[in-house]
């Protein structure tokens, strides 16, 4: 039984003193525990699925490139450029707007994740939570099979073997960064992982997209605030509005 502000990050290896969740929050993340969170559900698990995953995807693509071409290498950074937009765009529209046929989107994101997590409650009480995070695993591979592989055909037919490699590569790559900043987002501040540079900068930028009055207007960039910086929605780290 957990006691009132004392909470244990078990995905920061630590204890810390913190105080206590808003109960309407709190009785939002038992009630999403209870209906979302099956008993043998396993945090750790699913990240480490996720991350064997992606990973596994990238070496392959790394493994199967063969004398790439000083402008086939470019296909990095546009694919890197595209799937900040398709990040931005995304989460800026379906994920905060019911859209037709992407309705899971908006329930999955601001009915569950932004009720699960404000402004004043963004941190993880154990590993068991990382559900309120992370991509389904079953969703992974709905979206290698349905958009990754038609991608790397398409690619591979119509352009070369490399870019579709590369493509497919950065996308898995980029896929697992979001996924790995966003867990980090919601770990203890002063964890390990809370305080590796960088992270520090853009948990805040991410924290301010979860303070309700903010989040249907600013930072919708997850990882780099690319998109945000481009369509002036930017919350900087000073509070500043873009
Ligand atoms: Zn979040
Ligand atoms: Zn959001």
Known sequence: ????????????????????????????????????????????????FTSAVSLSVVAWCILSLDQVKPLEWLT????????NLVEYFGHRYP???????????????????????????MTFANSRDYKAVLFPPEMIVFFLGGFGLPMWVALYFLVSANVAWLALGMALAYFIN?????????????????????????????????DPSLMSHYNFNITYPIGDWIFRTLYDVKGQRS
Request: aromatic share 12%.
């Open 95 to 121: 994920m905060h707007h019911p859209v037709k046929g992407l309705k899971i989107l908006f329930f999955r994101h601001t009915k569950q994740h932004h009720r699960f997590f404000t402004d004043k409650e």
């Open 178 to 210: 979001y996924e790995w900043l966003h867990w980090a987002y919601h770990c203890d501040p002063q964890s390990r992982v809370g305080r590796i540079p960088g992270v520090q900068a853009l948990r805040t930028l991410h924290l301010h997209h979860h």
């Open 1 to 48: 039984m957990r006691r009132p502000g004392i909470i244990c990050n078990s995905c920061c290896n630590r204890l810390s003193l913190r105080v206590a969740v808003n109960p309407s929050v709190e009785r939002y993340r038992e009630q999403f525990r209870k209906e979302e969170i099956g008993g043998a559900y396993r945090g750790r698990l699913h990240l480490l």
């Open 76 to 83: 990095i950074p546009a694919v890197f450029i595209y799937a």
